[in-house]
């Protein structure tokens, strides 16, 4: 996971939040002059915060999986079939591509309409291979 991903952001926001709450509940504790109605109460609101925290944690975690496969979804729908066996029919084993050449040659027989370049082209392979490997 990535620095900036959401459920490093998630995860790390939350924990100092945490530990304040866990600070609270341990001096509630220690503390003999609040009376027990007021310890009840406040462990009742840690209890509630530790909840809400993980409710959140979790949709959070689930909202970045969900746009997470969806960018691979894109990705994915953007080649066709036929770019695809295209691209592979014109790569040779041990040898570069010519993404300049197969770009042009899809180009005229009606391929890889929505790649302005041959550099969006090569671009958008490369990653779709690298998600496939994850």
């Known amino acids: 996971m990535k620095e900036s991903d959401p459920k490093n952001i998630c995860v790390g926001s939350m924990e100092p939040f945490l530990e304040n709450i866990k ?36 949709l959070l975690i689930e909202r970045a999986d969900t ?42 027989h009606g391929l890889f309409k929505s790649y302005s370049s041959s550099h969006n082209l090569k671009t958008s392979y490369y990653h779709l291979q690298k998600r496939k490997k994850q």
């Open 23 to 58: 600070r609270i509940e341990d001096d509630v504790h220690k503390d003999d002059k609040i009376p027990g109605e007021a310890v009840k109460k406040i462990k009742g609101y840690i209890s509630q915060s530790f909840v809400l925290i993980s409710e959140q944690s979790k």
């Open 67 to 108: 746009a997470e496969s969806s960018r691979a979804n894109i990705d994915e729908d953007r080649y066709t079939k036929d770019d695809i066996l295209f691209i592979e029919s014109k790569s040779k084993a041990g040898k570069n591509r010519n993404w300049k050449h197969i770009y042009d040659e899809g180009k005229a």
